[in-house]
């Protein structure tokens, strides 16, 4: 990993983020699902690219110069004593507050507005998949240069190339406060990865995907920007920070372990040592405004799977001289419902769910030689996981064997863990959560059993992950999208209300859990003498 930071790479480093987004357009070819063949017959079609390409060099000025502004800016608030006094004083006291009040002036203002706007636009603008992300990788770059923030590029290298595409190593991690070894260090982290679906959202047409078939449809846009606008107003104190604030920014959230490879490569272990890591996701069925989360088990274990069922194909009016795995995959599909519905106990919880079945070509004649059904299995803890997997496992080999079929299953290289809030931490957690949600309260909510890799980081360090509320956004009379569509759809739209809500819980969160570390060292160290 290359150390990024320095004067001599700054020329080096806008060459080559200007040159990246002229290339923006080029999809990779070795991204999945297939890649859009361009080509340049027509002058209608040059004069389109053309068109694309400016917008780029608009946006990359755009996020320069309001990256800029928001560093620069001088608030009529002081906030850096502010921070140096809470760092000072007792945890419960009138300063945290003041720390609060501070926070959320310095997330609202009018340059924090327009970088977040403008960030967030500029990714949402240009989404990439999994492990191959150099626009987004180069743009979070760009920024942290802009900022004079420290930071470390060639994160999360793909270690299965064989199942997701691309050489990964586009993740950062960057560093604001004083590195001292000493004292507290603490992991605020984002995802970055977008999704291959086919944007819908209307009324955002000045930022829509340039790339069909991708889109931000999970949020992951906002995240990056969220982490990005904290670490603008945490480097605006960071002299006043007592102790280190690790930023992580994730690549291959969606499927590909991301933050497996992250915490393999180091991310906890480097010094000085993360103590605690917080994480947080844009969640459509809360309101606006709102933060929830809950202690233990937040976010399912998920695994994917693939079963092959090979049988003999033949024609269709002589079904007897065949051995049909379609009837196989038909009966193997119905007899999976029975595994959550009657081999596990009523008061845990499992999901197994078919989502694909493929067999045959497009004739009507033909018993297919084979059959191919992929899915999912998801549960709140490893084990449960893991025992679903097994029954899952038997009964393909067993239907298969009751149709005279030869049956194959394969799983992903990694399944996830459960995303578990360390309960210890959340208790704390909740406090920062209040302070922060438009309610002056965080909401206790239901486990979903939707996967987060976050699971690998909160396996590996004490954690808290939260949901900010989104789905009250919208407003047709003035063309703003609404935000209430579900996180994959392909309508999803970011409130971008939600932003500043980001930063702020992210600044709190990172100031406070450093004083309370810092609190719990003396306190244990008196304790000791």
Known sequence: MQDARGAKFGAMRSFIFIACILAAIDQCSSLPFGSRLRTKNTAEEEQEELKIQTEQNVAASSIRGAASKVSQSKEEFAASPTVETFFQSPLESEISNSLKDTIHKMSNTKGMHDFLQTTRRSL?????????????????????????????????????????????????????????????????????????????????????????????????????????????LLKKVEKEIEGTVRLVFQPAEE???????????????????????????????????????RPGALMAAAETFEISLHGKGGHAAMPHLTIDPIVAASSLVVNLQSIVSRTISPLESGVVSITQISAGEKVFNVIPASATLRGTIRALSTEMLMSLKEKVAHMAESIALVHGCNSTIQYSPDFYPPTVNDAELF??????????????????????????????????????????????????????????????????????????????????LALRSLKKLSQESEEATKAEL
């Not at 890591?277 to 809360?286: D, E, I, N, R």
């Open 124 to 232: 949402h603008r240009k989404p990439e998949l999994m492990y191959e992300l150099p626009f987004t990788s180069e743009t979070i770059r760009t920024i942290l240069d802009e900022l004079d923030i420290s930071y470390t590029a060639g994160w999360a290298k793909n270690t299965h190339p064989d199942v997701y595409p691309g050489t990964g190593g586009y993740g950062i991690v960057a560093h604001i406060g004083t590195r001292d070894e000493n004292q507290p260090c603490v992991i605020l982290r984002a995802d970055m990865d977008a999704l291959p679906i086919l944007e819908a959202t209307e009324g955002i047409d000045p930022f829509r995907s340039t790339t069909p078939g991708k889109m931000h449809a999970c949020g992951h846009d906002g995240h990056t920007t969220m982490l990005l606008g904290a670490a603008a």
């Open 255 to 293: 499927g590909g372990a991301g933050m497996k490879r992250m915490v393999e490569e180091g991310i906890v272990q480097l010094e000085p040592k993360a103590e605690l890591a917080f994480g947080m996701h844009v969640w459509p069925t809360l309101p606006t405004g709102t933060i929830a989360s």
């Open 427 to 508: 208790e704390w957690s909740t406090g920062v959560g209040d302070l922060v949600s438009w309610e002056g309260k965080m909401r206790d909510i239901v486990p979903t059993m939707g996967g987060e890799d976050f699971g690998f980081l909160a396996e590996a360090v004490p954690a808290t992950f939260f949901f900010i509320g989104q789905g009250s956004g919208g407003d047709e009379k003035h063309h703003i999208p609404r935000s209430d569509y579900g996180l994959h759809h392909p309508s999803f739209a970011l409130d971008e209300e939600v932003l500043p809500i980001g930063v702020e819980l992210h600044a709190n």
